[in-house]
C-alpha cells in the first residue's frame, strides 16, 4: 500500500521519492493539555504525540522512507540495533516491504511491548549481552561488510522521514494559533530527532516559506543516567564523549554515544536552544501528569515534559513562551513502567454489596 497524499507522504517534494512502503504513518494529533500547561506555567503547551503512529512511535516516519530506499536498492536483509522501538518499525515495515529483518537488542533492556512486536512481524531477533552502543557498534560492522542494510538513524534516508515531524508541528500549530511555537522540547538519545527536526528548519528557511527569526528553539532532554549530549552542550564542547556506562528507567533513551551528534549539537546552539537531564523520577511524575490529561506515553517520552518543567521552574524557559513538547512513544510499549508509575488494581469480592463498602470504606 503507498499513500502518496496522507501524512509523511503529504511531504513528498521534500523526499527522496513520490511515494513509499507504507501503512500509512504521521498526521499525529497535537494536543492541547490545558491543566499540564497550566501547572508548568507557559503560554501555550501542546504535545505532538508520536506515539500514534502505526506501531507506536517515531520510527515509522523515518522506515516508511528507508525501507523504500532498500527495495529500490534490491538488498536481501535489513538490520538495526535497537534500544525497542526502532526494531519494532523496521520488523513491521520489512514485512510490509516482504523484505527479511534483523534486530540487535540490548539483553535484558527493553520493554516488553517491542520485543513482542518485532517477534510477531517476524524479525530475527538476537539478544546481546550489552548496551545498545555496543549492538550499534555490531551492526554497523555487519554493515561494512556487506551482511545488512543499516536501518539505524545513522541511514540518512531514517532522517529525512523524520523531517515531517517538523512539518507537521509548524503547519498545525500555525492554523491553529497564527503563528510558530518558540520552543520545540524532545527527548534524545541517538539525537536522530533533533538532527532531522533542524534540518527540517533549515530547508524551509532556504526555500524562503520560514522566516529565520521564527526558527523554533531545539532543546533536548536526556534521562541524567544517560546523558552526554547534555554535557557537551552545558561544557560548551563540539563533541559529545561517549559515555560506557549508562543507566534510566526510560530504557528508550539508555544510549551512551549519541551517533548523531555532529548534525544535532548546531541545531541546538543555532536555534538558541538548550539541553537539559532530569531523574528517572522526574520522567516518571511527568508520565503521570501527561497520563491525567489522557495521552498514554512511554517513560522516555515524558522526558520531554519533565525537562520543560525544569527549564520553566528555573527560569531558563520563560513563561511567555509556546512550546511544543514531542512524545515519541505510546504507553503500551512498556506496560511495566506503566503499572509501576500507575496505581494498583484493587481486589474485591466476586458480590455488589462487597463491592459497594469497598468503594465506600
Ligand atoms: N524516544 C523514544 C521512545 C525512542 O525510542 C528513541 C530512540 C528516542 C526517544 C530517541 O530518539 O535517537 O532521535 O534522539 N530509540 C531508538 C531505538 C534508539 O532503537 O528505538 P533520537
Request: glycine content about 10%; overall charge negative.
Amino acid at each position: 500500500e503507498t499513500a502518496p497524499d496522507r501524512g509523511v507522504w503529504r511531504y513528498a517534494a521534500s523526499l527522496p521519492f513520490d511515494e513509499g512502503i507504507s501503512l500509512p504513518e504521521g498526521d499525529t494529533p497535537l494536543h492541547e493539555v490545558p491543566r499540564l500547561r497550566e501547572s508548568i506555567g507557559v503560554n501555550r503547551l501542546r504535545i505532538k504525540h508520536e506515539g500514534m503512529n502505526p506501531t507506536g512511535a517515531f520510527k515509522d516516519r523515518g522506515m516508511t522512507v528507508g525501507v523504500r530506499v532498500a527495495k529500490e536498492l534490491g538488498v536481501d536483509r535489513l538490520a538495526c540495533a535497537s534500544t525497542g522501538n526502532t526494531s519494532a518499525a523496521l520488523a513491521a515495515y520489512g514485512a510490509r516491504g516482504g523484505m527479511e529483518t534483523l534486530v540487535l537488542l540490548p539483553k535484558g533492556k527493553v520493554a516488553a511491548g517491542k520485543i513482542a512486536q518485532a517477534s510477531l512481524h517476524n524479525a530475527r531477533i538476537l539478544e546481546v549481552d550489552g548496551n545498545f552502543d555496543s549492538c550499534l557498534d555490531i551492526v554497523q560492522d555487519l554493515a561494512a561488510r556487506g551482511e545488512a542494510y543499516l536501518l539505524n538513524s545513522l541511514n540518512p534516508f531514517r532522517l529525512e522521514g523524520q523531517k515531517t515531524i517538523g512539518f507537521e508541528i509548524l503547519e498545525t500549530f500555525y492554523e491553529d494559533h497564527g503563528k510558530y511555537p518558540d520552543r520545540i522540547v524532545l527527548p534524545v538519545g541517538n539525537a536522530g530527532n533533533t538532527a532531522a527536526l533542524y534540518k527540517a528548519f533549515r530547508e524551509l528557511v532556504q526555500a524562503g516559506s520560514l522566516d529565520p527569526s521564527d526558527v523554533p528553539k531545539l532543546t533536548g532532554v536526556q534521562a541524567e543516567g544517560a546523558a552526554p549530549m547534555v554535557e557537551a552542550i552545558q561544557n560548551g564542547a563540539d563533541e559529545v564523549k561517549r559515555w560506557e556506562h549508562v543507566e534510566t528507567r526510560a530504557t528508550a533513551i539508555r544510549i551512551g554515544n549519541p551517533v548523531n551528534a555532529p548534525k544535532a549539537l548546531p541545531g541546538v546552539r543555532n536555534t538558541g536552544g538548550t539541553a537539559i537531564s532530569v531523574t528517572d523520577d522526574e520522567i516518571t511524575q511527568a508520565q503521570r501528569d501527561l497520563a491525567a490529561e489522557g495521552v498514554g506515553v512511554e517513560p522516555a517520552s515524558a522526558a520531554s515534559v519533565a525537562g520543560l518543567r525544569k527549564l520553566v521552574s528555573e527560569g531558563i524557559v520563560s513563561t511567555d513562551e509556546d512550546v511544543v513538547c514531542l512524545t515519541t512513544g505510546h504507553l503500551l510499549k512498556d506496560p511495566d513502567a506503566a503499572f509501576a508509575a500507575g496505581d494498583d488494581p484493587e481486589p474485591v469480592p466476586n458480590d455488589t454489596d462487597a463491592v459497594l463498602e469497598h468503594l465506600h470504606s
